[in-house]
């Protein structure tokens, strides 16, 4: 059973209080509106009533629903007011799906400073694009990752999350996923993975071609840990290199995969425009490419480990409202460091190593460039210190 005997009712998944709610609970009522972005079944909906469980005089609106979306494409602030209510906390939850929202939330904004609106989107290219300039000084962003595993300790130790951190790796962090027996969390992921993972590039988007889409991902899902060509990728799916480009856009903007960039500063032979991707959830991954095996029987370990360990440091950087710049470094002669952040002009280079007992250290040519970086080798005897 996938990650142990754990109750799995909507009771259990409340319990996990996500990290981002005290961040978004003290930016409330300073007169900014909050937009929550996140993939579909992330928890956003769970998180918004969460935040109005915690709220007096708090309204929840589905703007999925026909009924609510004509009401609230309207830029008649008066009908706007009619409809929202006396309420002092207003949850618009998918709110990409009504027309023109960064203009009828920058009069809503405007018009009624005392309204506090969160609203989610689980398409930043639909939801961000529209309100970035009508909001410009008027918002506040927030992105809600699957689970992390310091949000896990809400409910389980370190030896109990130690434990189960195959299950993870291999079945992913998604809440409707987590703690569900190995065939129900399949069955779950292949269902996220076919239906949902593409609905907002499909829909808002008109993509015609889904099927390169689907290509595309288990192209780069079995290249995770390794550098990443687009003229490779071109030849591989038969298609140009500005339509894999924008792709690839469509898929991080949709929350799918991120991408690192090459470090290059010193060193005539480092890459300056090498990129890697990674996948938001490493469940999503696996079922892209119908891979659950144990890690003992798989040849991917050691990239389901990296990125691992760099997407939860993501989801702590952004929890913490950690700003910093991150990389991966490598050279033409192929020395390379997995995972570069810097912070405060401050260099830290990372090494990650499924097995504890590899010898492998930080490049000795990347220490003689960059003699001032602080130099990490994260295994499984220490990882905690790194995501949490």
């Given amino acids: 059973m996938f990650l142990g005997k754990f109750v799995k009712s909507l009771k259990y998944k409340s319990m996990i209080r ?4 005290s961040v978004i609970e003290e930016q409330l009522y300073k007169g900014k509106v909050v937009i929550i972005y996140g993939p579909r079944r992330v928890g956003k909906t769970t998180l918004s009533k969460q ?9 929840y609106i589905n703007c999925e629903l026909l009924e609510n979306k004509l ?3 309207t830029t008649n602030s008066i009908a706007l007011k009619s409809y929202l209510g006396n309420y002092r906390l207003i949850v618009l939850d998918e709110a990409q799906h009504i027309n023109d929202i960064g203009r009828i939330l920058k009069i809503i904004a405007d018009t009624y400073p005392e309204i506090q609106i969160i609203a989610t989107g689980s398409s930043s290219f639909e939801l961000g694009n529209r309100i970035s300039e009508p909001l ?3 918002s506040r962003e927030y992105l809600l990752y699957p689970f992390s595993l310091s949000e896990l300790l809400n409910v389980k130790d370190h030896i109990v999350l130690d434990a189960g951190l195959e299950g993870i790796l291999r079945f992913g962090l998604y809440p409707e996923v987590y703690g569900k027996p190995e065939g129900e969390a399949i069955e779950e992921l292949s269902q996220i993975s076919s239906t949902y993972l593409y609905k907002d590039i499909l829909q808002f988007e008109m993509i015609k071609r889904p099927g ?13 840990g390794s550098e990443v060509s687009l003229n490779e990728l071109s030849r591989m799916l038969g298609e140009t290199v500005p339509t894999i480009q924008r792709y690839l856009d469509l898929l991080e903007k949709a929350f799918v995969i991120f991408r690192l960039r090459s470090f290059s500063r010193n060193l005539r032979k480092e890459i300056a425009k090498g990129q890697k991707i990674y996948f938001y959830d490493l469940g999503i991954r696996n079922a892209l490419i119908r891979n659950f095996n144990p890690l003992d029987i798989r040849n991917d370990s050691g990239a389901l480990w990296e990125n691992f360990c760099i997407v939860e440091r993501m989801k702590f950087n952004m929890n913490r409202r950690r700003f910093v710049n991150i990389w991966f470094w490598r050279t033409y ?13 401050k260099l830290s280079a990372y090494e990650f190593k499924l097995n504890p007992t590899s010898k492998t250290r930080i490049n000795k040519e990347f220490i003689e460039v960059y003699p001032d970086a602080a130099l990490h080798r994260i295994t499984k ?6 995501i949490s």
């Fill in 381 to 386: 005897e220490n990882y905690w210190e790194f």
């Fill in 136 to 138: 410009t000084g008027r």
């Fill in 212 to 224: 390169l889409l689907l290509n595309l991902l288990n192209a780069i899902a079995l290249q995770i």
């Fill in 51 to 59: 935040l109005l469980a915690d709220q007096e005089n708090s309204r």
């Fill in 18 to 21: 996500r990290e981002i709610q």
């Fill in 333 to 345: 002669d192929q020395k390379e460091v997995d995972y570069i952040e810097e912070e405060g002009g």
């Fill in 71 to 73: 009401a609230l494409e």
